[in-house]
């Protein structure tokens, strides 16, 4: 089984298909499920594609987000240091991976106390400090909800799904 299969179904449950660019709530051109191309820019083989004659396939964009979460991994596992990323639980792992694609390693970086209590292995508190933030208190549902879910994933170390 691919490694990232529980983060890929929920990201695609979670955030919908969509074969052409549009503007996220959060103000960021994306495509397919979620990849941020604001942030990670088209990858060459899509770079000058006219998407109202050629949409993106689900396969594409399949690619696209295992590409993100892949990069989200890398991006989690600097932020909190390896041996820290290391230690958690696979659905753990699982959870931040998914927080980080979700809201960016720039605004993940904000999660002081949330790190801190990664860190000191408090998954509890760090289940806490998850949910007291603008990510967890969103005037949109689907964060929120995901904030829920990923907060408890962190708290019972059990995947939680969408």
């Known amino acids: 089984m ?3 299969a529980n983060i890929l179904s929920a990201l695609q449950k979670a955030e919908g298909f969509k074969d052409k660019p549009y503007i996220c709530p959060k103000g960021a051109k994306t495509i397919g499920w979620g990849f941020n191309i604001t942030s990670n820019g088209y990858p060459s083989w899509l770079q000058g594609r006219n998407f109202n004659t050629r949409p993106l396939s689900e396969q594409e ?7 993100g ?4 991994e890398k991006q989690v596992r600097n ?8 230690a958690l639980s696979l659905p753990r792992q699982d959870a931040v991976i ?16 949330t790190i801190k209590a990664l860190s000191d292995k408090d998954y509890t508190l760090a289940a806490t400090e998850m949910l ?3 990510w967890a208190t ?3 549902r689907g964060l929120v909800e995901r904030a829920k879910r990923l907060s408890k994933q962190i708290r019972t ?3 939680q799904r969408v």
């Not at 979460?69 to 989200?72: I, L």
């Not at 932020?79 to 290391?86: A, E, K, W």
Request: proline letters at 2%.
């Open 157 to 159: 170390g059990l995947i």
């Open 2 to 4: 691919f490694r990232y």
């Open 98 to 113: 998914e927080m980080c694609f979700n809201v960016g390693v720039g605004s993940m970086s904000g999660f002081v106390n």
């Open 61 to 67: 964009g399949l690619i696209l987000l295992k590409s």
């Open 138 to 140: 969103s005037e949109l």
């Open 69 to 72: 979460v892949e990069e989200a």
């Open 79 to 86: 932020l909190l240091t390896s041996p820290v990323y290391d």
């Open 132 to 134: 007291d933030s603008q």
